[in-house]
């Protein structure tokens, strides 16, 4: 998101354009008009608004959620004196109004807009609206405020860009004068926030650990503050990843909803918040930043700091419509993936540490004959490196175990049609390298002796002037030499005293600044590169990373069982196509169950589909499934990468329901899973959801991952014609009446598949 240039003009005497998308003839003047003179800026799109009136001091936020339609004058009046809240007693004697910048001179004792001092003083912000602009596009539109602090010697910029999509980007830059006072201004915290109507009082956020990332927790929006702080240097197994606040007992199908994500890499602020006097006409609030550590943020004059963008998206429809404005926008990257995402076999859960080449060899042969598009060499092919205790840091071929260079592998991945991809951990170093040997001062860490390892490992200093370019050229180099297509970029420790210098100066953000520059560098020298953020599995799916990479890795754990879940969530902001899901071995490597092979290759079809097992062990008939399943993958790809996440509310948490539509509701893809047992015999009729009502399709049941197994003597009757492909069915029986499931045991899942054959 690009800000707009400066524009010192007041805001009254310029013109603009409230709404992107011209209004018809005859239409009144209003929030959708250009009007030099108006006091109202709307930005609209995909049936959603923000509405701002630039008011004196500070402006204030009218309204933030569905579209208001084309206002007259007269409507647009409305809408500003109904934005003046009641004076209550016992309170400031002016209305408590919700600004772009609320603080305490707005009497406003919620969380502030930022905080931040100079030299001990200047300790309460008192900013003024100095001129705005607004830039229209096809659909939403930027509007940028400009405010100042005299006091402090601060210029504001607060920028509002809606998307097509209807998501809304808020970034702000804050900058130093430089005809300031030299003494640098301790910047604490910048806080977004927006409005919540009374309605919104239940809150969805997330939790986690490795292996069971993004597991889901709802409460009450009461009074107070509900605030999620990440301090892990990255947003964590435990990130709470999109917060989102809604009508009670919203879900994925219905409720209205409000949502936050905070597009960052490393320590996040997320909160909702309530008081008893309201944010003005509004009851509470929703926002998010980064969590800056005390000193890391001094403003010489002259020196700026942009927040990370905080993405806004209201939905009416629950939590699919915000999925589905999420995916949009991110389908709308410039480097969103094109072309089809190629199946991929990792090594690591095949040989672990055991790097030997004919192994290796023979495991590319039989990922190659089983439709492997990608071969990705993991951990252990460096110098040093025959356990996870030493060698990160030393990113050169290892020549006691790879004495020709990974050449003879690479080109026999190649010659079977297979692109070569590898995985990497450039943040990280063992104390036992030859680089922590000959650059001790390149491990980040206290002046007086870096603290404990995270699995025998310690963080490399990237604001480090030496170890940086060191990182850019060892990887340039690999990427070159051996035209590597893929890296799996891994992030396995937490930063714990992330400080640098003799001073022990905080470079938290600094470390995530020069993680970007590192990405955006290599991808500048390799634009066909492909990159994927892996973080100890999980530990960093954010719109910041993904704006330089190409997927994400979910979670460390296979165990299908516990995949529909994370993936389900993952969902919810990022699109199937940038996920990684594998399938692993029957045995799970992170939980040791056994799982049944349509479970298995159904939950690993929906997303950037791989494997993860040493297909040199399996049997025939295994292979021959899995042969099967990349097959079909490739056949129903551009549905599953291209159509929208659909997922139905269910009664019963031990059932599931999730497929992907096509956007015209020409085909869809579902799967009916049963992760575990429940009270429950039948099931009744369940909704199939994103389908035409109007339409008829042929429903299909999938059998090339074998059928499951079912608890039940007979099933339905209708599945019999679907195995035959020879059943039609109005879509008003599947996606509003709904059908009867057959009932699955534990473990278990369905695929059906449906098309549009013609309106009923």
């Given at each position: 998101m690009t800000l707009p240039p400066h524009d010192p003009r007041p805001a009254a005497g310029r013109a603009r354009v409230n709404r992107a998308r011209p209004a018809g003839p005859g239409d009144p003047k209003g929030l959708c008009m250009s009007d030099s003179t108006a006091r109202i800026h709307g930005l609209c799109a995909a049936g959603t608004a923000l509405v701002v009136e630039l008011t004196e001091p500070v402006p204030k936020i009218l309204h933030w959620g569905t579209d208001l339609g084309d206002l007259s004058q007269d409507a647009l009046a409305a809408l500003a004196l109904t934005g003046e809240p009641a004076v209550l007693n016992n309170s400031v004697d002016i209305p408590r109004r919700f600004t772009v910048w609320p603080t305490e001179a707005d009497g406003w004792s919620g969380t502030p807009a930022h905080e931040g001092r100079l030299a001990g003083a200047f300790t309460a912000p008192r900013l003024s609206l100095t001129g705005s602009s607004y830039h229209p596009a096809a659909a939403g539109g930027e509007l940028s405020l400009h405010l100042t602090d005299p006091g402090a010697g601060l210029d504001a910029t607060v920028t509002y860009r809606l998307e097509p999509s209807g998501v809304l980007g808020v970034r702000t830059e804050l900058t130093r004068r430089p005809d300031a006072d030299s003494a640098p201004y301790d910047l604490a915290q910048v806080t977004t926030l927006l409005p919540l109507p009374r309605r919104a009082a239940e809150i969805l956020d997330f939790t986690g650990k490795w292996s069971r990332e993004r597991s889901p927790q709802r409460r009450p929006l009461g009074f107070g503050t509900h605030s999620r702080e990440v301090r892990r240097g990255k947003p964590g197994l435990d990130s709470p990843y999109l917060m989102a606040v809604g009508v009670p007992g919203f879900g994925f199908r219905a409720g209205e909803v409000w949502a936050v994500h905070v597009a960052w890499s490393g320590d996040q602020r997320y909160l909702a918040e309530q008081l008893p006097e309201g944010a003005g006409t509004h009851a509470g609030v929703l926002g998010g930043g980064e969590l800056l550590r005390a000193g890391e943020i001094r403003l010489a004059p002259g020196e700026s700091y942009t927040s990370p963008v905080c993405h806004f998206a209201w939905s009416d429809q629950?939590?699919?419509?915000?999925?589905?404005?999420?995916?949009?926008?991110?389908?709308?990257?410039?480097?969103?993936?094109?072309?089809p995402r190629p199946v991929i076999l990792n090594s690591w859960e095949a040989v672990y540490f055991d790097h030997d080449l004919d192994r290796l060899l023979r495991l590319a042969d039989r990922a190659a004959e089983v439709g492997v598009e990608r071969f990705v060499l993991d951990d252990g092919w460096f110098r040093g490196r025959r356990s996870d205790d030493a060698g990160l840091g030393d990113w050169t071929v290892d020549p006691v175990v790879w004495p020709e260079g990974l050449t003879p592998l690479v080109d026999q991945v190649r010659a079977l049609g297979m692109e070569f991809g590898l995985w990497v951990e450039p943040e990280m170093v063992n104390l036992d390298s030859d680089l922590a040997r000959e650059h001790p001062d390149w491990v980040l860490g206290p002046a007086r002796g870096v603290g404990p390892p995270a699995r025998h490992q310690h963080v490399l200093d990237l604001a480090n002037s030496d170890a940086w370019p060191y990182l850019l050229d060892s990887l340039d180099d690999l990427v070159e030499k051996y035209g590597i297509a893929y890296?799996?970029?891994?992030?396995?420790?937490?930063?714990?005293?992330?400080?640098?210098?003799?001073?022990?100066?905080?470079?938290a953000h600094a470390q995530v600044v020069a993680l970007y520059r590192l990405v955006d560098a290599l991808r500048e020298r390799h634009p066909a590169l492909e990159i994927e953020s892996c973080a100890a599995g999980g530990g960093r799916v954010d719109l910041g990373i993904l704006e330089r990479t190409d997927r994400v890795w979910a979670s460390d754990c296979?165990?299908?069982?516990?995949?529909?879940?994370?993936?389900?969530?993952?969902?919810?902001?990022?699109?199937?196509?940038?996920?990684?899901?594998?399938?692993?071995?029957r045995t799970s490597h992170t939980t040791e169950r056994v799982g049944a092979d349509p479970l298995r290759l159904a939950t690993a079809l929906f997303g950037h589909a791989g494997i993860e097992q040493d297909l040199t062990r399996c049997p025939p008939e295994e292979l021959a499934r899995l042969t099967a399943w990349t097959a079909l993958h490739r056949e129903l790809r551009p549905l599953l990468h291209g159509g929208r996440t659909v997922r139905a509310d269910l009664a019963d948490e031990s059932t599931?329901?999730?497929?992907?539509?096509?956007?015209?509701?020409?085909?869809?893809?579902?799967?009916?899973?049963?992760?575990?047992t429940s009270p429950e015999g039948q099931y009744g009729r369940v909704r199939l959801p994103g389908l035409a009502a109007e339409a008829a399709y042929r429903v299909r049941v999938r059998t090339e991952l074998g059928l499951p197994s079912f608890h039940q003597v007979a099933g339905p009757a209708w599945p019999a014609a679907a195995l035959d492909d020879r059943l039609v069915l109005p879509g008003s029986v599947l996606t509003i009446a709904g059908l009867p499931l057959p009932n699955l045991n534990p473990g278990q899942a369905l695929l059906l598949e449906l098309r549009r054959v013609m309106p009923v």
């Amino acid at each position: 998101m690009t800000l707009p240039p400066h524009d010192p003009r007041p805001a009254a005497g310029r013109a603009r354009v409230n709404r992107a998308r011209p209004a018809g003839p005859g239409d009144p003047k209003g929030l959708c008009m250009s009007d030099s003179t108006a006091r109202i800026h709307g930005l609209c799109a995909a049936g959603t608004a923000l509405v701002v009136e630039l008011t004196e001091p500070v402006p204030k936020i009218l309204h933030w959620g569905t579209d208001l339609g084309d206002l007259s004058q007269d409507a647009l009046a409305a809408l500003a004196l109904t934005g003046e809240p009641a004076v209550l007693n016992n309170s400031v004697d002016i209305p408590r109004r919700f600004t772009v910048w609320p603080t305490e001179a707005d009497g406003w004792s919620g969380t502030p807009a930022h905080e931040g001092r100079l030299a001990g003083a200047f300790t309460a912000p008192r900013l003024s609206l100095t001129g705005s602009s607004y830039h229209p596009a096809a659909a939403g539109g930027e509007l940028s405020l400009h405010l100042t602090d005299p006091g402090a010697g601060l210029d504001a910029t607060v920028t509002y860009r809606l998307e097509p999509s209807g998501v809304l980007g808020v970034r702000t830059e804050l900058t130093r004068r430089p005809d300031a006072d030299s003494a640098p201004y301790d910047l604490a915290q910048v806080t977004t926030l927006l409005p919540l109507p009374r309605r919104a009082a239940e809150i969805l956020d997330f939790t986690g650990k490795w292996s069971r990332e993004r597991s889901p927790q709802r409460r009450p929006l009461g009074f107070g503050t509900h605030s999620r702080e990440v301090r892990r240097g990255k947003p964590g197994l435990d990130s709470p990843y999109l917060m989102a606040v809604g009508v009670p007992g919203f879900g994925f199908r219905a409720g209205e909803v409000w949502a936050v994500h905070v597009a960052w890499s490393g320590d996040q602020r997320y909160l909702a918040e309530q008081l008893p006097e309201g944010a003005g006409t509004h009851a509470g609030v929703l926002g998010g930043g980064e969590l800056l550590r005390a000193g890391e943020i001094r403003l010489a004059p002259g020196e700026s700091y942009t927040s990370p963008v905080c993405h806004f998206a209201w939905s009416d429809q629950g939590l699919d419509g915000l999925a589905d404005r999420f995916h949009t926008l991110v389908r709308a990257r410039p480097v969103h993936p094109r072309g089809p995402r190629p199946v991929i076999l990792n090594s690591w859960e095949a040989v672990y540490f055991d790097h030997d080449l004919d192994r290796l060899l023979r495991l590319a042969d039989r990922a190659a004959e089983v439709g492997v598009e990608r071969f990705v060499l993991d951990d252990g092919w460096f110098r040093g490196r025959r356990s996870d205790d030493a060698g990160l840091g030393d990113w050169t071929v290892d020549p006691v175990v790879w004495p020709e260079g990974l050449t003879p592998l690479v080109d026999q991945v190649r010659a079977l049609g297979m692109e070569f991809g590898l995985w990497v951990e450039p943040e990280m170093v063992n104390l036992d390298s030859d680089l922590a040997r000959e650059h001790p001062d390149w491990v980040l860490g206290p002046a007086r002796g870096v603290g404990p390892p995270a699995r025998h490992q310690h963080v490399l200093d990237l604001a480090n002037s030496d170890a940086w370019p060191y990182l850019l050229d060892s990887l340039d180099d690999l990427v070159e030499k051996y035209g590597i297509a893929y890296l799996k970029w891994d992030h396995n420790r937490e930063l714990h005293e992330s400080v640098h210098g003799t001073t022990d100066r905080p470079v938290a953000h600094a470390q995530v600044v020069a993680l970007y520059r590192l990405v955006d560098a290599l991808r500048e020298r390799h634009p066909a590169l492909e990159i994927e953020s892996c973080a100890a599995g999980g530990g960093r799916v954010d719109l910041g990373i993904l704006e330089r990479t190409d997927r994400v890795w979910a979670s460390d754990c296979n165990d299908p069982v516990e995949r529909q879940a994370i993936q389900r969530w993952t969902g919810l902001l990022v699109p199937p196509e940038l996920v990684g899901t594998h399938v692993g071995p029957r045995t799970s490597h992170t939980t040791e169950r056994v799982g049944a092979d349509p479970l298995r290759l159904a939950t690993a079809l929906f997303g950037h589909a791989g494997i993860e097992q040493d297909l040199t062990r399996c049997p025939p008939e295994e292979l021959a499934r899995l042969t099967a399943w990349t097959a079909l993958h490739r056949e129903l790809r551009p549905l599953l990468h291209g159509g929208r996440t659909v997922r139905a509310d269910l009664a019963d948490e031990s059932t599931l329901l999730h497929g992907v539509v096509a956007y015209d509701g020409s085909a869809a893809l579902y799967c009916w899973a049963r992760p575990a047992t429940s009270p429950e015999g039948q099931y009744g009729r369940v909704r199939l959801p994103g389908l035409a009502a109007e339409a008829a399709y042929r429903v299909r049941v999938r059998t090339e991952l074998g059928l499951p197994s079912f608890h039940q003597v007979a099933g339905p009757a209708w599945p019999a014609a679907a195995l035959d492909d020879r059943l039609v069915l109005p879509g008003s029986v599947l996606t509003i009446a709904g059908l009867p499931l057959p009932n699955l045991n534990p473990g278990q899942a369905l695929l059906l598949e449906l098309r549009r054959v013609m309106p009923v």
